[in-house]
Each structure stands twice: as C-alpha cells, then as structure tokens.
C-alpha cells in the first residue's frame, strides 16, 4: 500500500498530544474527552480500526473506555469497530463517539483503505489470521497478548512482518510501563551486577476450574461459527465463550500463554534468551505438580464440557548458557505467588507490577544505572507508554519495544511448556530449526489442524 504522509507523518502539534499522553497508566481510561482534545487536525491523527472489541479493548467500560481502547484514543480516531458479538460491536461504536462503523466479518475492516492500523483483541485462536491479513493489506497492527496459539503461528507471523515491513507492537506493556520495574529489572540482569546468572523463576498463577457446563442456545447477537474460527466445531456452551475462552486449549494456553506472556517473556529478555536462534535446549516438566481439570489422552482432553488446561504446574527450563528457567503456578516457597526472580551469584533481584526488590536494587539509590540504560532497551525510544511507543514507531518505521520476533522466542518456551505439561515428558527443542528433537508426537503439536474456511495463509 502506498505511504500515506497526511496521516503518518504527523506534525509537531500531534506529537505533542501525543507527549501528553505519556503518563496514563497500564489500565489508564482516558475519557473520551481527553482523546478528542489530544489533536485537533484530522491529518494529525491516525485512523484506528478495533477487530474484537472485549475487556482488553474496553467495551465493559461505563462512563469512560478504559485498556487498548482508551490508551489508543488520544492518538487516532476510530473509524471501524469490529465484533462477532453485535451487542459489543455497538457498544464500542457507542465508546468511540457513535462515528465509526459497525462490522461482523473484519475483512470488510480490512478492505477500508483509509485505515492506518489495526488493533487486534480477539480471542487468542484469531490473533495471527487476523494480524497476517491486516499486514499483507498494508495496514500497522497492535495485537494483544499472547499473540499466537501455536509456535507455527509464532513463524508464520514472524515471516509476513518481515516480507510486509509493516509496523507491529505485541501488547506485552511489562516492555513500557509499570514504573520502568520491568525495564530496571532487566537492566540490572543485563549491567553484570549479579556476576554469573543462575536460575530465574516466573511464578504466573494457576488458572481456574469448573462445574460441568450444559450445552446452551447460542444467543442470538453472537456469530458462533465465526467465533470458533479455526477451532472444532463444537456446541455453544456460555463458558467456552468470550473471557473464558483462555481456559481451553483450543482456543488459548491458560495462565501459561496468558501470564507466561508477560513474565516469561521478561524473564527470557533479562537472561538473554530472545534472540533469532536463541531458546532452551531441554523442557522438564515435574508432573507431580501438574494438575489438569479432566484428564488427558495423548495430549488431548478427554472431555469437552468443562475448563481444560492446566491448574497447576512446575516445567524447568534449560538454557545452553547453564541458566535455568522455572516456570510455575506460583513459588510461595520462594515468598512470592506472582513474579519473577532472578538469582545470580552477586545477589538475588525479584520483580512483580507492584515493586522490584533485592541488595542491588537498593544499591540503585547511590550507584545508578546508567543515563541510557532503560531507554537503550526501548531501542533508543523513551518508557512509560505502549501505545505511543507504537505510534512513535508508526511515525518512523522502527522496531517498537514488543515486536513480533523477539516475542515469538518468549511463546515458543511457554509453548513448548504447554507440550510437555500435556504429553507428561521431557522435551529436547533445536532453538535454531525450531523443531521438537527426537518425538514426532510432541512435535506435532508445534502446529494444529485448521477448521476448513479459516486456514492462516502466509
């Protein structure tokens, strides 16, 4: 698609509003308000299209939009909303002023060519169709966490970003915000502080269970079919829908994929482990500390009425370097349910959303960090905002702080964790080939059958 200068090469006045902005929160919700005063000059702002429109993106939100919705308000204006589910398709037109128009099928979104960016917050199983068609139509895309369902959609993304060049910001916002705990944290690991590093432990929560949940009428402002996408087709049960959806390993990966998207994806940045042919070498899993809500046949669940993936779980992870990776339902013997630490032979550093402790951090306060530190991580970018971050980088085609690739590194370990908790083994993985060594069944499962109609074509 041809370059569009009137809208992305935006004047001072845009970036100022956009400056301005830099201080909302993670989960800031701008009013409404806010986002019409950021700028005034249509060709000072990029026109937003939303494909999925839940919690993420803000459509539960009353009085003011809240998430991915208000945090990309004040630099774009929201010309198509997108929904499977018309009651929240026309609930986020009603959040972004009444002007855009309302869709269904989101390749009619994609068809508009005055829409410079997509914003994905689908379900987990829609991320990568959705993201792989937005670029190959020209467009910037901002795609919630975690981006893919499958390592072979982590390659198949990564390969259209590349042959695309279009701009891709990964909504892991531990990369920008969160006070700079996440970017000290991993600056420290990075600064040699910590001498040798040793093990680094990612406790990321467990997810729930349920009762049996009967088969239901699919409500009528719901397009089922459209919804389950690649997955099976299966009858409509209201907790395989919407939020819940990360509960099923058809459509997600449970805390693994959701948690494991933001804290092993720190973790793996602050050891080093992000690189194109970096990864572990070998998945443990300690099956005595798994648990799994209905048992599992080679891998698949047994039973399709209830939550399916794991609710407990303990997988070691080992590095070529000697480092190893514990990735964890939570670590209270360690003092802590949901974090990261990191343990080096100078000292030992843990971090969460709420804090970063440890001798060195305290040390912090009389020997610094070096003036560039953090922004040397955000690729010579200022922290504290995401979606400027991508607007910034939208502005001069650059790399934005959670780009696709470095971000498929971090899924494939979450991944392979969900393989090897699923079969009950260990697991050897070729970081550079990314392939499963030695194990055709596991490796297998780096991919999945696509439902008829809704392959992803690269």
Request: aromatic residues 8%.
């Amino acid at each position: 698609m041809p370059h569009r200068p009137n809208r992305r090469d935006f004047l001072q006045t845009a970036s100022m509003a956009a400056l301005a902005s830099s201080t909302l929160p993670m989960f800031g919700s701008p009013s409404l308000s806010l986002a019409a005063q950021a700028a005034k000059s249509p060709n000072e702002r990029l026109n937003w299209a939303v494909v999925g429109s839940g919690d993420r993106w803000g459509v539960n939100s009353k009085e003011r939009l809240g998430a991915v919705g208000g945090q990309s308000m004040p630099f774009g204006d929201y010309v198509a909303v997108c929904d499977v589910d018309s009651d929240r398709a026309n609930r986020a037109k009603e959040l972004t002023g009444g002007k855009a128009d309302v869709y269904e099928d989101y390749r009619q979104v994609l068809d508009r060519k005055d829409v410079d960016a997509v914003i994905v917050v689908t379900t987990d199983h829609w991320h990568v169709k959705v993201a792989i068609e937005a670029m190959k139509a020209g467009k910037d895309v901002y795609c919630e966490k975690p981006l893919t369902l499958t390592i072979e959609e982590g390659q198949q993304i990564c390969k259209v970003a590349k042959e695309t060049g279009r701009v891709f910001q990964v909504g892991t916002q531990q990369r920008s915000e969160m006070g700079n705990r996440f970017l000290t944290f991993v600056a420290l690991a990075h600064s040699g502080r910590l001498g040798k590093l040793k093990k680094i432990t990612c406790a990321i929560g467990g997810a729930p269970s349920c009762d049996p949940q009967p088969i239901a009428e699919v409500p009528a402002n719901l397009n089922w079919n459209m919804w389950l996408g690649q997955a099976p087709e299966t009858p409509y049960r209201k907790l395989r829908c919407h939020y819940e959806f990360r509960w099923w390993y058809e459509y997600s990966g449970g805390k693994m994929t959701d948690w494991g998207a933001h804290h092993v994806d720190i973790a793996s940045w602050a050891i080093n482990m992000l690189g194109e042919s970096d990864g572990p070498s070998k998945i443990t899993p300690v099956m005595d500390d798994v648990v799994h809500p209905v048992p599992l046949k080679d891998g698949m669940p047994t039973q399709d009425d209830r939550y399916n993936v794991a609710t407990k779980f303990r997988i070691n992870v080992s590095y070529p370097n000697g480092i190893e990776m514990a990735i964890r339902d939570q670590a209270q013997d360690l003092g802590f349910g949901n974090g990261i630490m990191l343990e080096g032979e100078n000292g030992t550093i843990f971090v969460d959303r709420g804090k970063i402790t440890g001798d060195l951090v305290d040390d912090l306060k009389t020997n610094p960090l070096p003036d560039d530190a953090i922004k040397t991580l955000c690729k010579g970018k200022e922290p504290g905002n995401h979606m400027r971050n991508f607007v910034e980088c939208i502005r001069d085609r650059s790399l934005p702080v959670s780009d696709v690739f470095t971000h498929h590194k971090a899924m494939t370990t979450c991944h392979l964790a969900n393989i090897a908790i699923r079969l009950g083994r260990e697991l050897n993985w070729d970081a550079k080939a990314e392939k499963i060594v030695g194990d055709d069944q596991a490796q297998s499962f780096v991919s999945r059958e696509q439902r008829k109609g809704f392959e992803i074509k690269v």
